[in-house]
């Protein structure tokens, strides 16, 4: 389609120096051209223009003092995508590599992502290029206090929600919550994952790596493809990693391999998650410590030849495009047959189009990792009521909005495409959505 094509030139000429955002734009515009005919309307209205466009982008300085005395100075980014159907809701990632273009990237995906919990939440995203490995507590909270000393002025409880994402768990929210009510001088539901004892919502720390599975299963079931005794590979062993491989092995699932930035490890006898959990969550060290404990475990420098083992289900859960075409194409050597996405964007779009076209069942982050913003926006509820609600309850909305998102996204790709391409079940369920109501609020 020649309005798509002329889209995208105008990404690549503008955005050329963000290759992430121009990565994830492109396959949402490659599935769009699919509806637009049918929604001339949305052409007109300069719907598919607004969307690729940020609505904000705030850049600010962090200067912060370490442990030694000597101050450094850090970048931090909100990028506010989208409000049409709520306030801007999106993580905040401390990592060396963050750039204008990766929040970028996240902050366009998180727009469909939260359109399809069916939760009113626009998208957002933020960060710093702020490195917390190594750092002591205290450099972590003078960091984080940093950080929320400029963004305090840009958020809200009806304006822009963050909460975690890589780099930033339980304890960082802490932070910035802390310094937040101090600034504001107001006690509300600011933030999403926050601790139990001040506004946190139960189930929400397992909520991604938990929606995944739930994902997973509703899909595997549609497709008579029974988990119970399959091998899996999860990659990484943070916040999404850890709950995914719990809720794998309760679903009957053998879990062999993970990694960290560094290397993974490999049992075909199955991993020790509460080992794994204690080993990077509690005691914040490398994955390769698993071999002090288990010695017969076999550990291999590097990350990326996760995907050569021989697995029937694989969910990256690490960082962005940990999979590229080879990799893909190894998986399917081996006869994988369901991946589904828990990081953001983990495969390059070859990658994801190859495992599609060879059949294999995909579940693309927009849809299989949304339980973590869901369950974000029940904690929003719940701050709202002023009341808290028991796990059972909050896990059984969770199960319920990830079949939910399953019906619709599978629904919604039969209807435009190909019924098995959850890519475009997922990009055009959530662009129908916003578009919508984009729409109806006029050019603004
Ligand atoms: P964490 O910081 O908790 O964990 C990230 C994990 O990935 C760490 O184990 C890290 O290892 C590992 N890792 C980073 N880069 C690589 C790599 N190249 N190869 C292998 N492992 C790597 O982050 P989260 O678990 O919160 O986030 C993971 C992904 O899930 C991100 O893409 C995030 O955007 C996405 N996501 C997170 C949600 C959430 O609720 N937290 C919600 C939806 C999506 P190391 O310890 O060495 O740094």
């Not at 060396?96 to 359109?115: H, M, R, T, Y």
């Not at 940093?146 to 994402?165: C, N, T, W």
């Not at 996405?341 to 189009?353: K, T």
């Not at 069942?361 to 913003?373: H, I, T």
């Amino acid at each position: 389609m020649e309005y798509i094509s002329e889209l995208k030139k105008k990404i690549l000429s503008r955005d050329k120096s963000e290759p992430e955002f121009i990565q994830a734009t492109s396959e949402v515009l490659d599935s769009l051209s699919l509806v637009l005919n049918d929604h001339p309307e949305y052409i007109k209205s300069g719907v598919v223009e607004r969307l690729i466009e940020p609505e904000r982008q705030i850049i600010f300085r962090v200067p912060w003092v370490d442990d030694a005395g000597i101050v450094r100075v850090n970048r931090g980014y909100r990028v506010e995508f989208n409000s049409a159907i709520g306030p801007y809701k999106g993580g905040l990632r401390f990592h060396s590599s963050v750039n204008l273009g990766i929040i970028k990237f996240l902050g366009f995906e998180q727009v469909f992502k939260n359109a399809l919990t069916g939760l009113p939440m626009g998208g957002g995203k933020g960060g710093s290029d702020f490195d917390p490995h190594g750092k002591s507590d205290g450099e972590i909270m003078r960091f984080c206090q940093s950080f929320m000393s400029e963004l305090y002025r840009h958020i809200g409880q009806f304006k822009d929600v963050p909460a975690g994402d890589i780099g930033v768990g339980a304890r960082e929210i802490g932070f910035l919550f802390g310094q937040y009510k101090r600034l504001a001088n107001e006690y509300s539901g600011v933030l999403t994952g926050k601790g139990l004892s001040y506004g946190g919502s139960l189930l929400r720390t397992e909520a991604t790596g938990y929606g995944l599975l739930y994902f997973l299963k509703a899909m595997c079931d549609d497709h008579g493809f029974d988990l119970k005794d399959r091998i899996a590979i999860i990659s990484g062993s943070g916040n999404v990693a850890i709950y995914a491989a719990y809720k794998a092995k309760e679903l009957g699932l053998r879990v062999v391999a993970m990694s960290d930035s560094s290397g993974y490890i490999y049992d075909p006898q199955g991993l020790d998650i509460d080992l794994i959990k204690e080993i990077k969550e509690v005691k914040r060290e490398r994955i390769k410590t698993y071999l002090d404990t288990y010695k017969d475990v076999q550990y291999h420098e590097g990350s990326k030849d996760i995907w050569k083992i021989k697995c029937d289900v694989a969910l990256p859960c690490a960082t962005q495009n940990e999979m590229d075409l080879e990799d893909a194409k190894e998986l399917v050597l081996n006869g994988v047959k369901a991946v589904c996405e828990g990081a953001n964007m983990p495969l390059s779009n070859e990658a994801a189009n190859y495992l599609v076209r060879s059949r294999v069942l995909y579940g693309p982050a927009k849809a299989a990792n949304a339980g973590g913003v869901a369950v974000s926006g029940l904690e929003m509820s719940q701050n709202s009521l002023r009341l808290s609600w028991d796990k059972d309850e909050v896990d059984l909305k969770l199960q319920s909005i990830m079949n939910n998102i399953y019906q619709n996204v599978s629904k919604t790709a039969q209807k435009y495409g190909d019924g098995d391409n959850l890519i475009i079940g997922a990009n055009i369920a959530g662009f129908l959505k916003v578009a919508e109501a984009m729409r109806l609020q006029g050019v603004v």
